[in-house]
């Protein structure tokens, strides 16, 4: 008895197609081409993402920093105010 699944989907193909070797190599040079341009943008981007982080931390502790000298100030203001001494 011969079941659905033993009918075979997709036709064979022969294990010696012709194959042009000028088509072939145009097609293996774009590959390789295409292949070292994606290897320059992930290295570029690398590069920018290392740099931008570096930029995102320095900015993260300067706003930190005068939100912390703000806070000061204020809390200094707000101690010296009823005591009556001039800052």
Do not use: C, H, W
């Amino acid at each position: 008895m011969t079941s659905v699944y033993d009918e075979k989907i997709y036709p064979q193909i022969p294990a010696t197609a012709p194959i042009d070797t000028d088509t072939q190599a145009y097609r293996l040079k774009k590959i390789e081409e295409a292949e070292e341009f994606l290897r320059n943008e992930v290295k570029e981007r690398d590069k920018l993402v290392k740099r931008f982080k570096r930029r995102a931390k320095t900015s993260e502790v300067i706003n930190l920093t005068t939100t912390a000298a703000a806070t000061s100030a204020g809390a200094a203001t707000i101690t010296t105010l009823p005591v009556g001494i001039p800052l």
